[in-house]
């Protein structure tokens, strides 16, 4: 292997979904990221699937190959088979070692999301004498964690499998001495699952400032009734449902709000949203829109609301409302809550709690020095501390620090 140019990187970057198909926030992030790293000189290819619906456009980056499969489709519900999943790893390896010996040398591999795709494409690297930086923007590894035999019969052949024939296809195999968590909240979760973490470095994620222009008025009511957003997955997890049954209790006080529902999910609980919200006067379901017009969005609503009722591993939608100075309030359980401040920067609320949640934005739309308060916290939080540029400054140092210590 060659040492790699103090000026310039060759970069392999590994993901499971990459733009312009993609299914939510991660991909997106990978994208920027990449783009970013492209434009500063480093030599970026990316290696991913085909799958993710298509949102339209160009890949961010130049070098783009779709030559891995996943073990299911996103679309379908996963079924862990560690004989598929062998079949599919060997593939990706196979592949993946292919793709280096043909367009490499490289200097480091980029591992963003694994999940369903195996970690055929890691090992490739590795094998090539590659060092594999990992970032973890959620709980995807614990996929491959082997777990504990458990009382059950098929729990035990799991465990004896994973142990034995499929020990290849775990983390076991895995080096995982370079990797960041976005949040310290994340690094807990993973080290309770037993993906080994402890040393890991947290670099909180961070936005493209330029593409959320702060509205003229930040904090203000731009009309009546007020206008309440949401943006992200429509999934149990997220609380959404939350939120519908907050702003039903915001109409009978008489108190209404308009409020837009941007995104989408299974559908089993998508259908049952639908149904909830058809009873609800104000509340509209948008379905999924195209990045790009989620700045406008924000910029057009008075208040973004993030009902999540998990952990979170961080925020990004947070910091685009805060960057946008749409006053923001959520709960912060998870990596959200690293950031956000009850009272400076937001309103936090408690999860599951939609009478909570109804006074919360009632408070904002009655007090104006509020809203405009925590509108310029918000934003000047952003600019401080979670740009895209601060973000992209730390994955390259860690890039260029690993480079230097496998390649001395």
């Known amino acids: 292997m060659n040492r790699p140019r103090n000026d310039r990187l060759r970069v392999l970057v590994l993901t499971n979904l990459f733009p312009p198909l993609f299914l939510g926030g991660y991909e997106i992030l990978c ?22 619906p298509d949102s339209g456009g160009e890949p961010p980056v130049s070098r783009v190959f779709r030559i891995l499969r996943l073990e299911r ?20 390896f196979r592949e993946t070692r292919a793709l280096i010996d043909r367009e490499g040398p490289f200097d480091v591999a980029f591992a963003w999301s694994q999940r369903r795709m195996t970690l055929g494409a890691v090992l490739a690297c590795q094998d090539a004498g590659i060092p594999v930086v ?34 290849r296809d775990t983390l076991d195999a895995v080096d995982l001495r370079w990797c960041t968590c976005i949040s310290r909240c ?19 994620q961070g936005i493209p400032m330029e593409r959320f222009p702060c ?42 709000v308009l409020c837009s529902i941007v995104g989408t999910g299974p559908d089993p609980f998508r259908i049952a949203l639908e149904r909830q919200a058809a009873e609800v006067p104000g ?20 208040i973004f609301v993030f009902p999540s009722v998990w952990r979170e591993p961080f925020g990004l939608t947070h910091l685009e409302a805060m960057a946008s100075g749409t006053p923001v309030i959520s709960t912060a359980d998870g990596g959200q809550g690293e950031f956000l401040r009850h009272g ?30 925590l509108a310029f ?10 740009t895209m540029t601060r973000y992209v400054d730390q994955l390259e140092d860690l890039l260029r620090r690993v480079c230097q210590a496998a390649h001395p």
């Not at 489709?73 to 990706?92: A, C």
């Not at 082997?146 to 052949?157: D, E, K, Y």
């Not at 509340?283 to 008075?302: I, K, N």
């Not at 916290?377 to 979670?386: A, H, K, L």
């Open 377 to 386: 916290e918000g934003r000047r939080t952003v600019e401080e501390g979670f």
């Open 134 to 167: 990992f970032t973890f923007n959620d709980l995807w590894p614990e996929a491959y964690a082997i777990q504990g035999p458990g009382a059950r019969p098929r729990g035990l052949a799991r465990w004896l499998l994973e142990q034995t024939f499929a020990r």
């Open 283 to 302: 509340v509209t379901l948008a379905g999924r829109r195209p990045p790009g017009e989620l700045p406008a969005l924000y910029r057009t609503h008075d």
């Open 73 to 92: 489709e996103f679309g379908e519900p996963y079924r862990s088979d560690l004989f598929r999943r062998h079949r599919v790893s060997r593939r990706n």
């Open 215 to 256: 509205k003229e008025d930040p904090g203000a009511i731009a009309g009546h009734p007020p206008r309440v957003l949401y943006t992200g997955q429509i999934h149990p997890d997220k609380g959404v449902d939350v939120l519908v049954e907050a702003v039903r209790r915001l109409d009978r006080r008489g108190r209404p």
């Open 186 to 204: 994340l690094r807990e979760d993973l080290l309770r699952a037993g993906v080994p973490v402890a040393d890991a470095e947290v670099i909180y």
């Open 344 to 373: 400076q920067n937001a309103w936090v609320v408690p999860a599951r709690d939609p009478e909570a949640l109804a006074d919360a934005v009632d408070r904002l739309v009655q007090d104006d020095a509020l809203r405009r308060h």
């Open 31 to 52: 994208g920027q990221v990449a783009e970013a790293l492209e434009r500063r000189g480093h030599a970026m290819t990316v290696v991913t699937t085909a799958s993710g």
